[in-house]
């Protein structure tokens, strides 16, 4: 991979008024001409993102969102876009400007990102000049209010967040500033240190790798998950092989000694499992990111469900990316196939993808969630706390087909500790 994926990122949102200079100080941070700038209150509509790296946060992605105060026709609409970032991103910066009061409209989203436990930046954009509509040009403010004053006149801004910065945004001066207090702020729900093969893989391991190559495969390339374990693979100084599913015994035979594990695509579980003799662990793709991403014992103790579900029971199919769909697509194909197989006729199924995902679940009997690689660490965690706390059974793609091929025990035995501990 050239660059490090968007749902391994840590993401920043941008927050205020319309007016308030958040994209001018995207633009001053990023040193690029990311967000569309002018004093036409509302320019910024939708979300717009932007990739980079901040030391020694690392890789983030910026996202600048449209001001809170928008009241045009739409804005109703944005401001449903904005709250859907704020339970994405893992930090924020809050934009208010030194002439301008902060408004009941302020405290609200500044209380919600504090409600959501996301760590507040709060950076101050200190205006030195205002336009003279009458003469139009700029004139400078008399009696100008500096960043430090305007917070200790409104002390309430103190207590939701965690870093003040200050600076006039139309100027580069405080660029390495801004950057370096954003960096040394602590994200919510990132991976950190963690990794997908953490406790698994030591140096010297051989891993096979069954990676089938259908109809659904990407042409040219293998898929995110794949190709995120090699590179563990390697980076824990261990042998990577990779092989189809009918060359998995082959392979095996080839070596001198038994892998220290198989870790095949859940599409392929049951005939892999047939070939993997059972003296060798075995897992999927799918499961190493249920464990990577989210909580491995919530999805497992979902399974159970299927046991209960009978003709008309509604179960929500919901896929974290957009691809195209093909003939055999897994989540509107095969698993609805694979559930018919086994008995479970006449479900209502419904399906959503990318950032799409209901705030009510209750009304489902179960949600079948895919392995979630391209989704952040916290949007995962949401979604499966949005599930437990309404009370309905979640899964996920690889502990499914685990499930009803029989094989789910052997699936996660690698994990077993962590998911009763």
């Given at each position: 991979?050239?660059?490090?994926?968007?749902?391994?990122?840590?993401?920043?949102?941008?927050?205020?008024?319309?007016?308030?200079?958040?994209?001018?100080?995207?633009?001053m941070?990023?040193?690029?001409s990311?967000?569309l700038?002018?004093?036409?209150?509302?320019?910024t509509?939708?979300?717009?993102?932007?990739?980079?790296?901040?030391?020694?946060?690392?890789?983030?992605?910026?996202?600048?969102?449209?001001?809170?105060?928008?009241?045009?026709?739409?804005?109703?609409?944005?401001?449903?876009?904005?709250?859907?970032?704020?339970?994405?991103?893992?930090?924020?910066?809050?934009?208010?400007?030194?002439?301008?009061?902060?408004?009941?409209?302020?405290?609200?989203?500044?209380?919600?990102?504090?409600?959501?436990?996301?760590?507040?930046?709060?950076f101050?954009?200190?205006?030195?000049?205002e336009?003279?509509?009458?003469?139009?040009?700029?004139?400078?403010?008399?009696?100008k209010?500096?960043?430090?004053?305007?917070?200790?006149?409104?002390?309430?801004?103190?207590?939701?967040?965690?870093?003040?910065?200050?600076?006039?945004?139309?100027?580069?001066?405080?660029?390495?500033?801004?950057?370096?207090?954003?960096?040394?702020?602590?994200?919510?729900?990132?991976?950190?240190?963690?990794?997908?093969?953490?406790?698994?893989?030591?140096?010297?391991?051989?891993?096979?790798?069954?990676?089938?190559?259908?109809?659904?495969?990407?042409?040219?390339?293998?898929?995110?998950?794949?190709?995120?374990?090699?590179?563990e693979?390697?980076?824990?100084k261990?042998?990577?092989?990779?092989?189809?599913?009918?060359?998995?015994?082959?392979?095996?035979?080839?070596?001198?000694?038994?892998?220290?594990?198989?870790?095949?695509?859940?599409?392929?579980?049951?005939?892999?499992?047939?070939?993997?003799?059972?003296?060798?662990?075995?897992?999927?793709?799918?499961?190493?990111?249920?464990?990577?991403?989210?909580?491995?014992?919530?999805?497992?103790?979902?399974?159970?469900?299927?046991?209960?579900?009978?003709?008309?029971?509604?179960?929500?199919?919901?896929?974290?990316?957009?691809?195209?769909?093909?003939c055999?697509?897994?989540?509107?194909?095969?698993?609805?196939?694979?559930?018919?197989k086994?008995?479970?006729?006449?479900?209502?199924?419904?399906?959503?993808?990318?950032?799409?995902?209901?705030?009510?679940?209750?009304?489902?009997?179960?949600?079948?969630?895919?392995?979630?690689?391209?989704?952040?660490?916290?949007?995962?965690?949401?979604r499966?706390?949005?599930?437990?706390?309404?009370?309905?059974?979640?899964?996920?793609?690889?502990?499914?087909?685990?499930?009803?091929?029989?094989?789910?025990?052997?699936?996660?035995?690698?994990?077993?500790?962590?998911?009763?501990?």
């Amino acid at each position: 991979m050239e660059q490090t994926p968007k749902a391994n990122r840590v993401h920043i949102g941008f927050f205020g008024r319309c007016n308030a200079g958040k994209s001018t100080l995207i633009n001053m941070l990023t040193d690029q001409s990311v967000s569309l700038v002018s004093e036409v209150a509302g320019t910024t509509t939708d979300p717009v993102s932007k990739s980079m790296e901040i030391l020694p946060l690392g890789p983030v992605v910026i996202t600048d969102t449209a001001g809170i105060d928008d009241t045009t026709e739409l804005g109703t609409l944005r401001m449903e876009k904005t709250e859907e970032v704020v339970k994405k991103i893992n930090l924020a910066v809050y934009v208010l400007r030194t002439d301008e009061e902060p408004t009941t409209d302020d405290m609200h989203w500044l209380g919600l990102l504090k409600q959501n436990n996301v760590p507040i930046a709060l950076f101050i954009n200190e205006i030195n000049a205002e336009i003279d509509k009458e003469n139009n040009k700029e004139k400078n403010i008399e009696n100008k209010i500096d960043a430090s004053t305007y917070v200790e006149t409104h002390k309430g801004l103190s207590d939701l967040a965690t870093v003040i910065g200050s600076a006039d945004f139309t100027s580069k001066v405080k660029r390495l500033e801004l950057l370096d207090l954003l960096g040394g702020l602590t994200p919510l729900d990132v991976e950190g240190d963690q990794t997908l093969l953490q406790g698994l893989v030591e140096e010297g391991d051989t891993i096979i790798l069954v990676c089938p190559i259908d109809s659904a495969a990407p042409k040219g390339r293998l898929i995110l998950p794949q190709v995120q374990t090699i590179r563990e693979i390697l980076d824990y100084k261990g042998l990577a092989l990779v092989c189809q599913t009918e060359e998995l015994p082959a392979m095996i035979n080839s070596l001198k000694y038994p892998p220290k594990m198989v870790i095949c695509d859940s599409q392929a579980f049951d005939r892999v499992d047939e070939l993997t003799p059972d003296t060798i662990p075995l897992t999927s793709f799918s499961i190493l990111m249920a464990r990577f991403k989210g909580k491995l014992q919530d999805l497992v103790a979902g399974v159970e469900a299927i046991k209960t579900l009978k003709p008309g029971s509604k179960v929500l199919i919901s896929e974290g990316c957009t691809h195209r769909r093909q003939c055999d697509d897994i989540g509107t194909v095969k698993i609805p196939n694979l559930l018919k197989k086994q008995g479970h006729t006449d479900l209502q199924l419904e399906f959503t993808s990318g950032g799409a995902f209901p705030k009510d679940v209750s009304q489902y009997d179960l949600i079948i969630h895919c392995g979630a690689c391209m989704l952040t660490r916290r949007e995962v965690l949401r979604r499966i706390e949005c599930a437990v706390v309404q009370g309905t059974p979640i899964v996920n793609y690889g502990v499914l087909i685990a499930a009803l091929h029989g094989i789910l025990e052997r699936a996660i035995s690698p994990f077993i500790d962590e998911i009763k501990g």
